[in-house]
């Protein structure tokens, strides 16, 4: 079983820059494909981006394309998401997940979850 433990989020305004970064445990990530979600108040959880096993391949909401970049360092068994121009509606609560399938969108294709770090951009 792989732990899952977010840091990073904080309070920035608009058009800053913030690393979110996702330190696991129990299990090497190296296993798993790694995503990004995120849930803002009375929205339900969307997905942010996902990267494969060996960091080869990536995939991002259309919302965030060109201004978020999800990475992963196996040997650190952490996954990053840098985010950058970050506008009012990026704020939300992030998890990182990890997942058996790649290439997936899907909350519910995701086992293993953190336990959320809040994003806020203020105008």
């Known amino acids: 079983q792989v732990q899952l433990v977010e840091s990073g989020g904080g309070l920035v305004q608009v058009g800053e820059s913030l690393r979110l970064s996702c330190a696991a445990s129990?299990?090497?990530?190296?296993?798993?494909?790694m995503g990004w979600f995120r849930q803002a108040p009375g929205k339900e959880r969307e997905f942010v981006a996902t990267?494969?096993?060996?960091?080869?391949?990536?995939y991002y909401a259309g919302s965030v394309k060109g201004r978020f970049t999800i990475s992963r360092d196996n040997a650190k068994d952490t996954a990053y998401l840098q985010m950058n121009s970050l506008k009012p509606e990026d704020t939300a609560v992030y998890y990182c997940?990890?997942?058996?399938?790649?290439?997936?969108?899907?909350?519910?294709?995701?086992?293993?979850w953190g336990q959320g770090t809040q994003v806020t951009v203020s105008s």
């Open positions: 997940a990890a997942s058996n399938f790649e290439g997936s969108t899907m909350d519910r294709a995701y086992d293993h």
């Open positions: 129990g299990r090497t990530i190296r296993l798993y494909v």
């Open positions: 990267i494969n096993r060996s960091g080869s391949s990536t």
